[in-house]
């Protein structure tokens, strides 16, 4: 069985690879092909792993817009002769609409819906069409010829995205990341459900709210007892279940127990206090998160452009294996790397 994604087109890669990081920390079996930037096909998934795949990437993506389910494949010149040979109200009850999006294609939307709605009237029983409140929504993809008709059963939560930005939670302070950006860190790390994910300068707690709303249990740690304690009003205010924060520095960094994931956004001495210290505190921090992970966990970090991290990582037997650019603006580019131990 096949899932259709329309992904953001506001980074490149990030989209695909967080994607990718998904489907590999949850062991999924299936074949990933991008059709062109922001489309992207996921096939050969077993009947009875379907659902609970398609569900569980719901919840966890963050740089994808929507999730569909493919019903039919075919291109402008065959649906005439392809769509009768589905059987429609196996899927809808009554009412449907249908709505299309076309990529790198010319061909008339309104047309096109009103041509594949007529058709499935034409070889069904008892459907209706209703524009405004229909039972489903038949979703059409054209991208060049090719034709995807596709449904959907699981709707990605973009509102959270919106709603917890981070000016709109209990605590705030300036300096902290996108939810949506922080959601793509979380995954790209690799987590799986119950394992346990660190950030050790959790600031507002941007981290392990999304940490711990797909499932983790998440630990944070800051130097600030304002932080400390601010995080844990936002992990409340989210609905995380299972946190805790600590005020720490990150030279005192001690956990009872190795963490399956470090997913951090150190100070820059930008916006954030560093303790004095400047870039050095990265060298502090890889020292101090080696002592505190798990030899096959992952490290996700943001850095700074003019932050050179590669020579530190050498230093303390790190290496990078992902990294991806996040221009901010003028003055800061975004450097987001996937780590692991040497081994
Ligand atoms: C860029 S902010 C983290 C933002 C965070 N991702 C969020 O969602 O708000 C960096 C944090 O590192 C903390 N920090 C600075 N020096 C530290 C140290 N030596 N040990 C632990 N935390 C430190 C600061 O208090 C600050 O909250």
């Not at 346990?196 to 249990?217: K, Q």
């Not at 001690?254 to 916006?271: F, N, Q, R």
């Not at 992952?298 to 590669?310: E, G, Q, R, T």
Request: charged share 25%; proline share 3%; hydrophobic share 40%.
């Amino acid at each position: 069985m096949e899932l259709f994604f329309i992904q953001s087109q506001e980074h490149d890669s990030l989209p695909l690879a967080e994607l990718n990081a998904v489907i590999e920390s949850e062991g999924f079996n299936c074949n990933i092909r991008q059709i062109r930037s922001g489309l992207v096909v996921a096939d050969s998934i077993d009947s009875d792993d379907f659902d609970y795949v398609y569900k569980r990437l719901t919840e966890r993506l963050a740089y994808t817009h929507q999730i569909t389910h493919v019903l039919l494949k075919t291109n402008l010149k065959e649906l005439d002769s392809k769509i009768p040979t589905f059987d429609w109200n196996s899927i809808i009850e009554d009412t449907f609409v249908v709505r299309v999006k076309t990529y790198d294609s010319d061909s008339d939307v309104v047309a096109i819906e009103r041509r594949i709605g007529g058709l499935i009237l034409e070889n069904s029983k008892n459907l209706k069409v209703n524009l405004t409140k229909p039972h489903v929504t038949i979703r059409i993809i054209v991208y060049k010829d090719d034709v995807y008709l596709t449904c959907e059963d699981y709707i990605l939560n973009k509102k959270y995205f919106q709603d917890f930005k981070p000016h709109k939670r209990p605590f705030f302070h300036p300096g902290c990341m996108s939810p949506k950006l922080a959601r793509c860190m979380v995954n790209l790390s690799r987590i799986k459900e119950g394992q346990l994910l660190l950030d050790p300068f959790c600031g507002t707690g941007g981290m392990l709210m999304e940490g711990g709303l797909i499932g983790a249990r998440v630990v944070g740690t800051d130097i600030d007892w304002n932080m400390k304690n601010g995080s844990a009003i936002n992990c409340e205010y989210a609905g995380v279940k299972d946190f805790k924060t600590y005020k720490v520095d990150i030279n005192e960094l001690k956990m009872y127990e190795l963490c399956d994931a470090v997913v951090t956004d150190p100070p820059y001495g930008i916006s954030t206090t560093t303790g004095g210290r400047d870039d050095l505190i990265f060298k502090d921090f890889l020292l101090a998160i080696k002592r505190n992970m798990k030899d096959d966990a992952l490290l996700v970090m943001a850095s700074p452009h003019f932050v050179d991290i590669d020579q530190f990582l050498s230093e303390v037997g790190f290496e990078v294996l992902e990294r991806y650019e996040i221009r901010m603006h003028k003055s800061l580019t975004r450097i987001i790397s996937v780590i692991a131990l040497v081994d």
